[in-house]
């Protein structure tokens, strides 16, 4: 995308904003530069300060980069704080340069609220220590290679080291006479090599998703984020969702480790990958944390998810896990330990978890939700006092599944419908559209519901259909598979067919999106909170960033709140293991929240029955 | 051998004695029961009890068993008490029947002593349970497998448990619908498995030398030896002693890489034959000790050997290592976790520590003297108060290296030497001999001595030869390496020629004897202990078993002690490595008494080479 968009600049003592237009994506520090506005930049544009922090005023903005969440803790990213630096103009939007906290500790004012909270402490867990060690000389001397090297290490440090480090030792100790270097995690020596490489600590986080794999390599030392990577899970080939993907390794190891073999292969290209972009050796890396949902956690760990598509889904395991990058094996970090965050429950898993870190919804005052929607969503309630979650399982349909001309987010899909005397469609890429992605299907439903072509219940419109422009009348058709409305006629489709929504593609949606709400509204009555007590609605996860949020509520498939109140929060799985990577205090805290989580099993429960029935319909019933 | 000795019994209460012929080899509790003498053999002659607890009083005997000192003590096995069952007659002998030690717990009165002490306990640290877990029928249960089979292991289990654990547990869980077995190590989770296999846990001590390597299977619930098994170290093609394997594999990982998959392949191989022999499953061996040289120790674990044959050839670790099978790795014993004995100095390797462990001379109060005659020989003397160590390398000529007609003692090999008006010599197989090995070497220089044929500094007397015998007189001859004495004519020898000793083969034994016996005076020196404060000689390893100890004495190999003042120990560091196989008490021993050991290094000690000179003497000079 090569347009522009304005970023205006307002002060908090008033005065005529300020503008500038920019290219789609420059920093809004860059657009404060060229609009004359002054905004420090102590750290070089690196993330690695607070001095250049802005709060949005109004207009859309991107989600929060991991440097936003170190630098300001997220209560004031939550505020719509940002790093200026860090920030890309996305949308015209206002801006308002805000004072600079101190620089001292990490302790932030959060906006509005006056509330102090403590922010991200880089702990990661991972020490390197340049020394100088003896190399033993003196045959008098009863000593080896291990005690002088720990000489140097602080006292405490565990003297028990795996194979590997003792493989590593006569070289690392004598290869420059006795300067090494000695990476250390939690205390326990995990690495060594001559030489001072105490700069270099890096880290990968994994979220593994049963779509796409998203992997971030940071910088253990300042936080950053080095490189980023992403791509379909390779394992997509041996079925699209997660119980397909279980059915076709049931009971049968070899298929098991088949998949495993794709995930690793996969997490290894990754690895190579990001470090090759940043110019970094994947020997530094020393911490990896991976999140995922339980079946993929399983299938990473390579433990049988035969159970997991079982009822009860039971894991095999629900702690946090530390394994050597040999043990999986990782092969292309081969001195890392990867920690792989703990689970709830078989459908809420480690990728649960690492969204409510990022979120903090833990320590929220008032009723916060976490959606992710996805074709195994979650949804997560609570406060500081209570947590609920629950797996909402959407099923394939938001990724253009069993609908009839449903496809991917890609060129050619329908994304947007406007439906006034006509149907306007919004196609990916500006081609003629050869079919209609999730959001897509959102919106034009939305839009159908509101020009009364569909009726609360999903219905197409049988009668009065006099009532609706002639253009709109003219859309309604029947094919091979009953009736249907057209939003593309044949003529303007890719496709030489009408682009159609038919009934079963909107029972499908209905199915799709009574599955979250139908959750929400459990959790919403266990809990006995009214859509009024939800503060906020944090919308995580890929399918998120496209939906369009008031087609969303209108449908039914978010609580009818104020538009406000709901917020995008970005791939919150990867934030989280972002904040575990770089802070074991986050890690730690990842365990206390899978103590204190509830997880709501919706199949098992009676009265989810009628909930799931009345969250089909597409508008409320009348009281 | 299938010749026959005769075994003679006394009772304590006097009378005429009763006596049996028995094969060679036969177990003394079957000799009495020929003879008519009656002793109990309550556990089925299984080594299981005490009550056929017997005395030695005269004769040679077999070194003890492991079940001797398991179920006898060390102390009285000194005694030479021994378990009727599992003491084979070797040679003529007079037992006598001891009443039997009360079977309650593990302490035994040590024979005339009568000092109470604490025998071995069965601690191996491995803890196997049966158990009947929940398999996870509810969805509202918030649980996991592994909590699952926690809750049915004592509190405080770690749970943290391996990948491998994990991968095991769906499985083991639900096979026998929740009847599984676990295996705990040290308190934490090894090995799941379905059903009910508590009964069956198996260990392996291995003695790695660098000419030889045992093996032997054990029941840890028991402490009985089920099968043994022995062979010349697999590395032996690269080299027969140890510096010429280090100088192998020096610089070059992938000759390192050589070394280890051969030793690695052999010990897998000896675990498949031992339970194969045994009829138990590799599965089931859940611990593995490994004693062995330094170079042994680190080639096993993989660590570059290079620095260990380089002055002051410090080993890289001397702790004690635990390692997972997987990790080193032993495919064979794949659950199974492998405990390497700790190190004192680069030539003072794992081996002497269970040596150390084996006789006990950590306790002694009085002066006691551990010796290994070895290519690689090392010395330990002390008692309780303190303990001294050096490294005492013979080389290889008691194994027949650098001598003219020198070999192992194998079919051929001449092993007896007696002179008196002529020479008649004893050779291994009752063929021609074809040269001679290490005892018959020590053996006949003993008897050169003694009739004066060497004289005390060890040159082949020149003068005055009128005055021995005319057929002693005859075999002085010339061959082109100069004087030499020949012990067998060309006409009785298998080979057609002469088979001689050369004056540089007396010379080699002079530099091989003095390694050991030189050590042997430094440490008396260090200690200020003179002959007459050493209470035992302990010899131990393969060689000692063959040495004629009355000879060794003559020539200066050993000090001048009453004969039954030196004994055999047998291979004490297999046995110390079953000892620490069978109780996590010895195996902590061991590092104790690594902190606690001096290792004197002989080469940097500037004294020593006086000692050294003198101990090159045969005899010991006047003073």
Redesign the interface.
Known sequence: MTHTVTVSFVSAEGGKPRRARVPHGATVLQAALDAGVEIAATCGRRGRCRSCRVKAISGTIAPPAVQDSVQLGHEAVHERFRLACQMPAIADCTIMPAPPAGEAGHQILAGAAGVDVASLKLDSGIEKRALRATV????????????EVLRGLPRGTD?????DV??Q???AL?AEGGLLTATTFLGRVIHLEAGDTADHAYGMAFDVGTTSVVGALMDLRTGETLASVSAVNAQAVFGGDLMSRIAYAQFNDAKLQTLRGRILNQLNEFIEKSCSDAGVSAEHIYKIVVVGNTCMHHIC????T??VGL?????????A???PAG??PLKRAPNAQVCFLP???GFVGADTIAGVIATRIYESEGIRLLIDIGTNGEVVMGSRDKLLACSAPAGPTFEGGQVKHGMRGAAGAIERVTIGDDVACQVIGDAPAVGICGSGLIDAAAQMLEVGILEDNGRLRRNGLEQLPERIRRRFVTDGDGRAFALVAAADSGKNEDIVLTQNDIRQLQLAKAAIYGGVMMLQKIMDVPDARIEEVLLSGGFGNYVNIDSAIRIRLLPKLPRERITYVGNAALLGAQLALLSETERRRAEDIVRRI??V?L??RVEFQDIFVDACNLAAPAR
């Open positions: 033993p000389q003196d045959e008098h001397n009863q000593s080896s290679d291990l005690e003297r028990t080291v795996s194979v003792l493989r030792l006569p070289k004598r760990l390579g433990i049988d035969s159970y009822a009860p889904y039971a894991p095999a395991v629900r702690y896990i530390v394994v043990d999986l689970i709830v429950a509830e997880h099993s199949a098992t």
